[in-house]
């Protein structure tokens, strides 16, 4: 049993206390919610009531907590993604700023020996009310049925309903130590409503993701700047010479 002073709502204030600034935010859930949807093997092995929060990074990010730093985030001496540095960072330091013990952090990059993702973001955004996913079965209706070819893959995306498709979810946080039965699961704001418009928005995230017309299927308050478009488009490689 470790002794913890805080709960989930003080978890929740302190983090966005640091990140919200940095273009970086926060929504709580409970494994139990995740896990009540994904299948047996993506599953997380903790108990349903324990606490996790999953981590956005918004359009100003970019401007807020990456440019800032650059020369940190390009040291020469590991290979690893400067946005991704940039990330762990500032999670890093949010979670040492609240004096908790046993959290796991996930990141949306982490894949397993067996290949398989090691958390499935989307799913977490959406039950922790954070982001809508629209999924291939949001586009059926009672008397309309699967729009695809059945052999067809569609994946599907989330969409936030301030920033459309111009965010990224970025990582899950498992506090290990904490269950809290009384949280109360926010359901995600459907912005998608109809269903030629999520038809829409499938066949654009599918077949066309690369002119990121996806990121705008509904109104938004704030894109990714010139700037940071340019830096993601342009090959990992030669990212350091579009700053
Ligand atoms: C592997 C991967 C890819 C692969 C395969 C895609 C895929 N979806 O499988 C490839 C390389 C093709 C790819 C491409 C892209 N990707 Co990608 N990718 C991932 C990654 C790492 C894992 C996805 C995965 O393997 N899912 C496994 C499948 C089985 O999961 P699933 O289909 O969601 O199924 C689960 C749900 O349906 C759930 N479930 C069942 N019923 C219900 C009911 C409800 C209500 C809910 C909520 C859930 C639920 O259970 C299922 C599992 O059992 C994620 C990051 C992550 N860690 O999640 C990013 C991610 C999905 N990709 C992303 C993006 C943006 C892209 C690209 C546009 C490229 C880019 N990075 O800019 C392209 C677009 C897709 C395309 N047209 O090719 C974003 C999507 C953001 C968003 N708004 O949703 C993610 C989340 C990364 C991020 N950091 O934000 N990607």
Redesign the pocket.
């Known amino acids: 049993f470790t002794f913890c002073d805080m709960d989930s709502h003080a978890i929740l204030s302190k983090l966005r206390e640091t990140l919200n600034p940095l273009g970086m935010e926060t929504y709580l859930f409970k494994v139990g919610w995740y896990n009540d949807?994904?299948?047996p093997s993506?599953k997380l092995p903790y108990d349903n009531d324990t606490l996790c929060a999953v981590i956005l990074t918004i359009p100003s990010f970019f401007e807020n907590a990456f440019l800032p730093n650059l020369s940190t985030f390009f040291s020469q001496s590991d290979s690893k993604d400067p946005i991704d540095k940039c990330i762990a960072h500032h999670i890093n330091s949010a979670l040492s700023n609240l004096d908790i013990n046993g959290v796991e952090v996930m990141y949306?990059?982490?894949i397993l020996p067996n290949r398989?993702?090691?958390?499935?973001?989307?799913?977490a955004?959406?039950?922790s009310g954070a982001?809508f996913?629209y999924?291939r079965h949001h586009c059926n209706s009672k008397c309309l049925n699967d729009h695809w070819d059945k052999n067809r893959r569609i994946?599907?995306?989330?969409?936030h309903p301030k920033y459309g498709?111009w965010?990224?979810?970025?990582a899950v946080l498992v506090f290990k130590d904490m269950k809290d039965p009384d949280l109360q699961i926010q359901p995600p704001t459907d912005c998608v409503k109809s269903r030629n418009d999520r038809i829409d928005l499938l066949e654009r995230?599918?077949?066309n993701?690369k002119d990121w017309t996806y990121r705008d299927i509904i109104p938004v308050v704030e894109k990714y700047s010139e700037l940071q478009k340019l830096y993601f488009i342009t090959a990992p490689k030669e990212r350091k010479h579009t700053l």
């Open positions: 949807t994904v299948i993506f949306d990059y982490e398989r993702p090691k958390v499935l973001v989307q799913t955004a959406h039950v982001a996913y999924q994946y599907g995306v989330c969409i498709g965010f990224a979810i970025r995230f599918n077949g993701w």
